[in-house]
């Protein structure tokens, strides 16, 4: 009740403050589309590249290449939020 | 012990990754037998069933019960098992059900409805109450026997109940000291060379219970007119095994799916014996005396259970929103965003369907080596350069050996990525957590000053600086 009031009258501000705003120029959907068109010629052609390897091994890998690259700074806010345990007494 | 703890995150990601991969089904957990362990006092519960039958067989049981009864589905035989299952209905139904069903896994036990068998010839000499309307029980020279229709059971069934007028006659059942109302029902088997029957009381309201501390084995009840199994029952206190637990299974399958009925379990509760004042009702003044105590003792039970189930569902709904809130909230924003700067949000929802049509790669098909050439033409003419056209070069990889040998490459080229990525993710982990070798170099530095030799008179000086040796530490980062 009490998170879901200070919430509420957060977001009325933001919206009022916004509201005040005066809509700004509209993106043209048709350029929005073209760019859907691009991916559309991108993706539908992937197909093509699992000739020469595997979509399951690359869709499997490279999340975890993704986070293997930034692994440094994921145990840094693992480590962060450890620290923040107390007790633990990791720093 | 602090390069220890350096460890630590990495491990805990290592337990994120399973936890997510075993979540998604790439990696699959089956158990044999279904643990009880944190929901049922530590105790661990074993089912399993036989293939050959060897105890006691009931006699035919003729009388047919509503199919609104929902514990027992009766057809011609029921067969109970010595610490196994007991399966209930026709014999050739049985033995077509143990030649096709080896094993299988319990999942979820909630809902208990609550059994306890009476033995009710201690307390009726000749003849059973009838405790409902439509039933009848009759002395017979053989034994007893039930005549009537069926009546069903329960809150939501339809069938005859009553509450037993007759107070001093009425059993009462005891869970957590609260006295239950019963609905009772009997049943009996006759069995000319036992001549024993069951008379069950139930209670028909959903409540949970914890299982006996001793260990008996649990039962699945297999109704083979509809082909499920909804009901197990654990007995209880089985020497006879005539009384029990029976409860509802909520899901019955071949492989083990992990349940969370921790909000179904109560586990303040305390263990159904006599020490929770469960079992018969004591009538004598001692009885009574237990009783009160029982009453008294269950008074901070009652406290923890008041504050819990009120005091925190007040708390929680004071502070944490309901469902649906925040998301009603970021929806209004975003619509408004969208309309005041609908331009400064193509990139946005650009990377968003970037990501989804990234997301929905796995449903595409792989197998599709179709080249498509589009129609180019000269702008401004409608004349075409190229006509528009395609190459299935399916057709390549139709010949076998041309087949087998992309289907190598493929692995060979799996088991390179793999390889490769291991050893990224070995240098990355050196870098963050790993060491580095350190070469020391030891210089030696000795004074070779220059004198006069006739008169010792001190020239110059010479240091002389050499490397005697070297060698390695590891320093931890």
């Known amino acids: 009740m009490i998170t879901e009031r200070v919430l509420s009258i957060l977001s009325n501000i933001v919206i009022f403050l916004l509201n005040a705003i005066p809509d700004t120029l509209q993106f043209p959907e048709q350029l929005l589309n073209s760019i859907y068109h691009i991916y559309d010629v991108i993706f539908e052609n992937v197909g093509f590249l699992s000739m020469f390897i595997r979509i399951n091994t690359i869709l499997t890998l490279l999340p975890l290449v993704l986070v293997v690259i930034n692994l440094e700074y994921i145990i840094k806010l693992i480590i962060w939020v450890l620290g923040k345990i107390p007790g633990l007494n990791v720093h | 012990m602090k390069n220890h703890k350096k460890w630590i995150p990495f491990i805990i990601f290592i337990i994120l990754c399973f936890l997510i991969f075993s979540k998604h089904g790439l990696i699959e957990v089956k158990a044999e037998t279904f643990d009880f362990t944190n929901a049922f006092n530590s105790k661990t519960i074993r089912y399993y069933y036989y293939n050959n039958p060897n105890d006691k067989i009931f006699t035919n049981y003729s009388n047919t019960f509503s199919s609104n009864k929902d514990l027992f589905v009766k057809n011609s035989y029921s067969f109970e098992y010595l610490n196994g299952f007991r399966i209930e209905g026709s014999s050739s139904d049985f033995n077509n059900y143990i030649t096709t069903h080896n094993s299988f896994y319990a999942n979820v036990v909630i809902h208990f409805r609550f059994y306890y068998a009476l033995d009710m010839t201690r307390q009726y000499n000749n003849y059973w109450n009838p405790f409902y309307a439509g039933e009848q029980w009759h002395e017979s020279s053989s034994g007893s026997s039930h005549s009537g229709g069926g009546a069903s059971f329960g809150e939501d069934n ?47 309201k959903d409540i949970s219970v914890s299982l006996p501390s001793s260990y008996y084995p649990l039962e699945f009840i297999h109704d083979l007119e509809n082909d499920k199994t909804d009901y197990g029952r654990y007995p209880y206190n089985d020497t006879s095994k005539k009384s029990y637990f029976e409860f509802k299974l909520i899901e019955f399958s071949s492989t083990r799916n992990d349940v969370d009925f921790t909000s179904y379990y109560d586990s303040d509760s305390c263990l159904i014996d006599e020490s929770c004042g469960f079992g018969l009702q004591d009538n004598s003044f001692l009885g009574y005396i237990k009783r009160i105590w029982n009453e008294i003792i269950d008074i901070p039970n009652k406290i923890i259970t008041f504050f819990r189930d009120t005091f925190l569902n007040l708390l929680k709904s004071l502070f944490i929103p309901e469902d649906g809130f925040l998301d009603s909230i970021y929806q209004n924003i975003k619509s408004l965003f969208e309309q005041k700067f609908s331009i400064l949000l193509v990139p946005y929802r650009a990377l968003v369907e970037l990501f989804n049509r990234f997301n929905n790669l ?58 490769s990525f291991l050893n990224l993710t070995w240098n990355k982990l050196n870098s963050i957590i790993g060491a580095q070798i350190v070469e020391n170099e030891i210089m030696t530095v000795t004074d070779n000053d220059v004198y006069d030799s006739s008169t010792g008179e001190r020239l110059f000086g010479r240091i002389n600086v050499s490397k005697s040796h070297t060698y390695n530490t590891r320093r931890r980062l």
């Open chain 2, 158 to 204: 339809t069938g005859d109940y009553d509450i037993l007028e007759n107070e001093d006659s009425l059993y009462h059942i005891y869970i957590y000291g609260q006295k239950l109302d019963l609905y009772r029902f009997t049943e009996g088997f006759t069995d000319s060379t036992e001549g024993y029957t069951d008379v069950y009381a139930y209670y028909s």
């Open chain 2, 362 to 419: 796995s449903n595409i098909n792989t197998n599709n080596f179709i080249i498509n050439v589009p129609e180019f033409t000269i702008p401004g003419f409608n004349v075409p350069i190229i006509n528009s056209t395609s190459y299935d070069l399916n057709n390549v990889l139709s010949n076998n050996t041309i087949h087998t040998l992309w289907i190598l490459y493929l692995d060979f080229l799996d088991v390179f990525l793999i390889i």
